[in-house]
């Protein structure tokens, strides 16, 4: 089973800041989604990347996908306490399985 | 509205007593999936099926059944409930995870004592 790393686990910040959160793996990903989760709430998806180097836009947030599809970036403009949250990927396993996969996410606190 | 629909939201059992978790779609997914939320071990699949009458184990099926009889309801059993079994869970549905990801239900937090 493909492991997937985040870092960092925690990560407290003030309101206004930029942040940048990593999802790292040994072995290639065939694609990669990102999700956030609010206290009390399933995960929801925020971006599925698929292609090498890919960049995707979501208002304040940027998702980056690496060159060799072993890791993936999110970084955060500007950050509000609405992006306070849990900040999960997730590695689709296709084929027969359609299992899903999740890295333990990042902890995310914005303070006022 | 499109939604996954879990009951109960809170659930405190003794050990050993029969449960079951429902879970309910109405996007009319062919998808459909188990996951617990535990501290220090992030989400980890439990079943999933594909299609009705189509399941297979996920990472940590131990404990667990799942039924697919329908296409919208998925339920979860915990025939024998142990204290380990105490988690936070999740079922989730999606016309096709590899593209679109899954759909989350708002969990069940379950408590054997």
């Known amino acids: 089973t493909q492991l997937l790393e985040q870092s960092p686990q925690f990560l407290s910040i003030q309101e206004g800041e930029n942040l940048t959160v990593y999802c790292n793996s040994s072995?290639?990903?065939?694609?990669l989604q990102w999700y956030r989760q609010e206290p009390g709430e399933g995960p929801v998806l925020l971006v599925t990347?698929?292609?090498?180097?890919e960049v995707k836009k979501l208002k304040r947030l940027t998702f980056q996908f690496g060159d060799a599809r072993k890791d993936s970036s999110l970084h955060i403009t500007a950050a509000q306490p609405g992006d306070t949250g849990l900040y999960l990927c997730?590695?689709?396993?296709?084929?027969?399985?359609?299992?899903?996969?999740f890295g333990k996410g990042t902890l995310l606190t914005v303070n006022p | 509205e499109a939604q996954v629909t879990q009951n109960p939201r809170y659930l405190i059992t003794v050990t050993g007593k029969k449960l079951t978790v429902t879970c309910s779609q109405n996007m009319n997914h062919e998808y459909m999936s188990w996951y617990r939320q535990d501290p220090g071990l992030g989400l980890r699949q439990i079943y999933y099926s594909m299609n009705v009458e189509v399941t297979d184990k996920g990472d940590v099926p131990e404990g667990y059944k799942v039924s697919r009889k329908e296409k919208r309801n998925f339920p979860l059993i915990l025939e024998s409930p142990s204290p380990n079994q105490t988690s936070l869970y999740f079922c989730a549905s999606s016309r096709d995870p590899t593209r679109y990801g899954y759909t989350f239900g708002s969990g069940t937090r379950l408590t054997v004592v």
């Open positions: 990347v698929v292609t090498g180097g």
């Open positions: 997730a590695d689709p396993i296709g084929g027969s399985n359609y299992k899903l996969t």
């Open positions: 072995s290639v990903f065939s694609s």
